[in-house]
């Protein structure tokens, strides 16, 4: 039923956000540059009146050269961000952030389960028609327009960390759900590596080199 998932995505969210912040050091140095790169990426420098577009945000880089700890940092560092002006301002409406940490759960690696999870919170947050029909086939088209809808109503943020890891459920790296756009007032930023025969979308990148990113 839909109030058994959004009862369990409320669940699901909680995982991938705690995973996500075991990511970060119990003490951090120095700020990795990227970390700015990304935050300057992401601010709106749109003319009042103007919708903020921008294409996705990919860092990339090899296994274990900390792609995931500067998302994680960033990411943190923006919600810090946003608290302290939500404090400033009250009447203003927080962004709505949505974090799927492949491989933090069996489950998480499988393409419909990054769909079902987005679409259930996309519905429940921004009070969206909810699909009939679960598939991933279903949700891979209804995505655009409930982003677009979403985008509509407030400020979105999509982080998928590790997006090289995901499969469909034939156990292949397929990026076809993937949106080729995103609407205005729609962040996108993932961390991945790229597998032979994987290509991306229109997309901004940010390179990590061979050595391990410390913090």
């Known amino acids: 039923s839909s109030a058994t998932k959004h009862g369990l995505g409320g669940l699901e969210r909680e995982l991938h956000a705690t995973f996500q912040a075991s990511r970060l050091p119990a003490r951090q140095k120095q700020e990795h540059v990227l970390v700015s790169q990304i935050e300057r990426a992401c601010e709106d420098h749109t003319s ?17 050269s900390g792609k995931s700890t500067v998302v994680a940092a960033w990411l943190a560092k923006r919600r810090a961000a946003e608290k302290r002006l939500l404090r ?12 799927h940490v492949v491989g933090c759960t ?13 679409v259930c919170e996309l519905v429940a947050k921004f009070d969206l028609v909810e699909p ?8 891979a088209w209804k995505l655009p327009g409930l982003l677009e809808q979403a985008g509509a109503k407030g400020d979105v943020l999509l982080v998928i960390d590790g997006l090289n890891r995901l499969r469909n459920d034939a156990g292949e790296v397929n ?17 991945t590596c790229l597998p032979h025969g994987m290509r991306l979308p229109d997309a901004s990148s940010m390179l990590l080199d061979d050595d ?4």
């Open 132 to 139: 009939r029909d679960f598939s991933a086939s279903t949700l």
């Open 48 to 64: 009042p009146g103007r919708s903020f577009v921008m294409n996705p945000l990919v860092v990339l880089g090899p296994p274990g």
């Open 88 to 99: 400033q301002h009250p009447s203003l409406t927080p962004e709505f952030q949505f974090v």
């Open 212 to 215: 391990p990113v410390v913090l």
């Open 175 to 191: 990026l076809s759900w993937l949106p080729q756009a995103f609407p205005p007032n729609v962040r996108v930023v993932v961390s």
């Open 106 to 118: 069996r489950q998480s690696l499988l393409v419909r389960e990054l769909l079902n999870r987005l």
